[in-house]
């Protein structure tokens, strides 16, 4: 089992930042499991995220870093000039006692939010809109970043982490940097009741099941699946299966597709 080191993070002590988070269990709207294998787990709150930091020129004091329970990236707890505080994603390098600000243009200085038109070629962003005023939708999870590749009429051409060189909007903002704990891919889970308290239930391989419960089961002893393409237990053919709807309008924004990676 491994862990991150989590000593320089801070206990959350603004509770007006803090929601109570009512669990789902991968149930859809109608209260039916959508997404197998999820329950349990530990109790949280939910932390009220900044996504957008709209106030433009009012700089903004980081006053803490904390650990969020619902993601896998670390939050800076800041204090603008009016002592009102928030929560934003903190990038890699961030330090308490550090000031940011949301600026048009300006210095692209780790941790402050500007548009992309006004972001130099070549600089790391996250944080990053799909619609002007949206909010923050791409790249969002620990250590990712996106790279602002070239500016070309209304369009900003950005290469993801995925791989994949898309267009975006040049009046779309962005945070500058890359974000924080970019150690988490290296965690180790290390055993099934760490599992359990983050909400991850118990997953038996088709495999080991009898054919009336799913297409891999049966045989004598270990045995193959005893098909071509592996298949879900509604038959449905589970990997390698394109899902994107090919008429997409936003598909025309995609310069590049991320490559497809190789299974094991």
């Known amino acids: 089992m491994t862990f991150v080191e989590k000593k320089h993070l801070v206990k959350p002590s603004t509770k007006s930042l803090l929601r109570p988070l009512k669990k789902k269990a991968g149930r859809s709207s109608s209260g039916k499991i959508s997404v197998r294998h999820r ?87 996250y944080n990053i809109e799909m619609k ?34 898309r267009k975006i909007l040049r009046e779309c903002w962005a945070d500058i940097g890359q974000l924080s704990n970019p150690q988490h891919r290296f965690e180790n889970i290390g055993k099934a009741g760490r599992a ?25 002893g270990r045995t193959g699946i005893g098909m071509t393409h592996p298949k879900t237990k509604w038959g449905k053919i589970a990997y390698g299966v394109r899902t994107r709807n090919k008429k997409k309008a936003s598909s025309r924004l995609i310069l590049k597709r991320r490559k ?5």
Not at 104 to 122: A, D, F, H, Y
Not at 135 to 163: C, M
Not at 202 to 217: C, E, L, Y
């Open 39 to 125: 329950g349990g787990g530990a109790k949280r709150k939910y932390r009220i995220i900044d996504f957008k930091r709209k106030r433009i020129g009012v700089k903004a004091k980081v006053l803490a870093l904390e650990y969020d329970p619902n993601r896998t990236a670390w939050l800076a707890l800041v204090e603008y000039e009016d002592k009102t505080k928030a929560y934003f994603l903190a990038p890699q390098g961030l330090k308490p006692e550090d000031e940011i600000v949301t600026v048009e243009s300006g210095e692209p200085k780790t941790g402050n939010r500007m548009k992309l038109q006004n972001i130099p070629v070549g600089t790391m962003v």
């Open 132 to 165: 002007p005023g949206q909010g923050g939708k791409l790249v969002r999870t620990a250590g990712s970043s996106a790279q602002v590749l070239a500016h070309e009429g209304k369009y900003v051409h950005l290469k993801l982490p995925s791989g994949e060189v």
């Open 196 to 220: 359990r308290w983050m909400g991850r239930r118990p997953k038996v391989r088709g495999s080991a099941m009898n054919p009336v419960d799913h297409p891999h089961g049966g045989g004598e």
């Open 260 to 264: 497809k990676k190789k299974r094991k």
